[in-house]
């Protein structure tokens, strides 16, 4: 089914205004590079440069970024395509993230069109999803969690393609847009071959008994996982490695059938079990979010809490009124989260980040059921003791501190409006004798929640998350940089004891032109006794051990590097002349 023109121009605008507000001031939150990023980052600029890897490797299947830890392709060949036309830069790096999450938003546009038979579910649907908590965060870092989604949304868009029109071509682009999604990021390893299997069901429910649909839903996956799996075999420590870092236990070492008795077992499976269960805990959902600051501000939870309520309505929509496409929304919600029940980590939204463009469509079919369903009881009967009670509390409160205090607080305002905002609301929805009222009301509390989440964005969670993205090493390093510059011979000193530091210089010194700095370079236990009489400039941390080496080696202080809470970071020093 061609687009008319104004679909086309919506998905273009959709997509521009999501890419602006992903994008908007990228070199300010999140405050610094976390080391993940750092890794991608110098793997994407170094295939752009030479389609080698940092370790000679030719355009490699997966990436070795250090010892026991290997990478999936995608983010960085997507990544190298930008560095192209991009300056290296903390900003530029984040760009590509910011495109795919602006890709999900027009996949689910599309999706909606097909879905609802409604350009205003559709777009609401977009809006939806670029507003929702977790993707707008992990959409602006140079991390793969985000890049499995688009994958799994073309499915879904083929799989609503092939329903309307049985086009063998919608399943083969469907299995196809999977195979290429196996590789986006380790937990898709699980959610792409279900999704493929899920295919393979409808057919069969649906009553399909031609061969033709069965071998275009599954040919083109196993022809592409096949092949990424066999390059993958050629290096038979990534398949070590990634046993050791995702393995369950004691299935992480051992033969394969060791490993996989030790998968299956019932101590396991009881605990992904519980595991799973706890991916639905409404707390975590709608209040709290994500464990990891990373990936959550902890103010909102995995989506807005308004959402509840569109997304119960919607679950009772879809079970109401069953279909084949809302059945498939409904298993991809649910089947996304299983790969992150995989690993014994509890509410790593990351892992299940898929799951997200599945709920929210599940709350556009609930906004459509309250739009459309008809009321037949008194709303305002119902609230409006809820609605008194909550105003007279308001006032009350306010009469005592302006008697106590002599001024009016500002705590009871939010009370008395949400009190005077649900009497309106009841006594609208009653005089239209329809529910839509309660979903207009539901989604100007989703856009108020939003705006407070971006306002806590923007401000207190960038100091809140500053220390997960590796504190202010840029500031030092960038310090160095200027101290010494390319002719200068003198050896530097970085602590070891700061993770990940060679990675930092050789992204910094890639990104001012110095391609000699981290040769001269050297990363020194600084705090083990001896005095490295070898090297002339240090940067350390700001503990005791980092104060007695500087003591014990007579060095002088260059520059203080401090964090965004002015709390000391990294100290540069040099010997005195």
């Known amino acids: 089914m061609r687009q008319p023109p104004s679909n086309v121009w919506l998905a273009g605008g959709l997509a521009l205004g999501t890419l602006i507000l992903y994008s908007w001031r990228l070199d300010v939150v999140p405050a610094f590079l976390k080391y993940e990023e750092v890794f991608f980052a110098l793997e994407s600029h170094a295939i752009a440069n030479s389609l080698h890897d940092t370790n000679g490797r030719l355009l490699p299947m997966y990436f070795q970024v250090y010892e026991n830890a290997w990478y999936q392709p995608l983010l960085v060949y997507w990544g190298a395509l930008f560095r192209l036309v991009l300056p290296l830069s903390d900003a530029a790096v984040r760009v590509p993230t910011a495109v795919v999450g602006a890709i999900d938003v027009v996949l689910i546009y599309a999706i909606g069109l097909r879905l609802f038979r409604d350009r205003r579910w559709a777009v609401l649907g977009a809006v939806l999803l670029a507003t929702t908590p977790p993707h707008f965060i992990l959409g602006r870092v140079v ?284 006594r609208w929805s009653d005089r239209l004798r329809t529910w839509a009222p309660v979903a207009v009301t539901l989604l100007l509390l989703t856009a108020a929640q939003f705006l407070y989440f971006l306002n806590d964005y923007y401000g207190d969670y960038r100091l809140r998350s500053a220390p997960n993205f590796a504190s202010n090493l840029r500031g030092a390093i960038e310090q160095l940089l200027r101290l010494s510059p390319a002719d200068d011979a003198r050896v530097i000193a970085v602590s070891n004891e700061i993770p990940f530091a060679n990675y930092y210089v050789r992204l910094y010194a890639a990104q001012h032109g110095r391609a000699d700095f981290p040769q001269r370079v050297r990363y020194l236990a600084l705090t083990s006794g001896a005095a490295h009489d070898d090297a002339d400039l240090f940067v350390t941390g700001n503990d005791l051990d980092d104060a007695e080496f500087r003591e014990r080696a007579k060095l002088e202080t260059v520059a203080t590097i401090h964090n965004l809470d002015q709390t000391i970071a990294f100290v540069v020093s040099q010997r005195p002349d």
């Open 143 to 426: 991390m793969d969690y985000i890049y499995p989604v688009p994958f799994a949304l073309g499915w879904l868009l083929a799989m609503l393609v092939y329903l309307e029109t049985h086009s063998l071509r919608a399943l083969v682009i469907g299995s196809a847009l999977l195979g290429v999604g196996f590789f986006s990021y380790i937990a898709a390893a699980g959610l792409m071959p279900g999704l493929a299997l899920f295919t393979m069901g409808t057919l069969y429910f649906k009553g399909q008994r031609a061969w033709r649909p069965y071998a275009a839903a599954i040919v083109p996956f196993a022809a592409i996982t096949g092949l990424g799996l066999w390059l993958a075999l050629q290096s038979p420590e990534y398949v070590q490695a990634t046993m050791d870092r995702y393995g369950p236990g004691r299935a992480a070492v051992g033969d394969p059938f060791q490993r996989l008795r030790e998968l299956l077992n019932y101590t396991n499976l009881s605990a992904r079990a519980a595991l799973f269960s706890e991916y639905f805990n409404w707390g975590y959902l709608f209040f709290s979010g994500g464990s990891n600051p990373v990936d959550s501000t902890r103010t909102v939870g995995v989506y807005l809490l308004p959402l509840a309520a569109f997304m119960a309505a919607g679950l009772y929509s879809i079970v109401r009124r069953p279909t084949i496409a809302g059945w498939i929304v409904l298993f991809g919600f649910v089947y996304s989260v299983v790969p992150a029940a995989t690993i014994m980590e509890r509410y790593a939204v990351d892992r299940h980040l898929t799951s997200l463009p599945f709920g929210v469509l599940i709350a556009v079919f609930g906004v459509r059921l309250l739009w459309s369903h008809r009321q037949d009881y008194s709303l305002t009967r119902l609230v409006t003791p809820i609605a008194a009670a909550g105003a007279a509390i308001a006032l009350l409160y306010a009469t005592y501190t302006l008697g106590t205090r002599g001024q009016l607080s500002q705590s009871p305002a939010p009370l008395l409006i949400a009190s005077v905002g649900l009497y309106a609301t009841a």
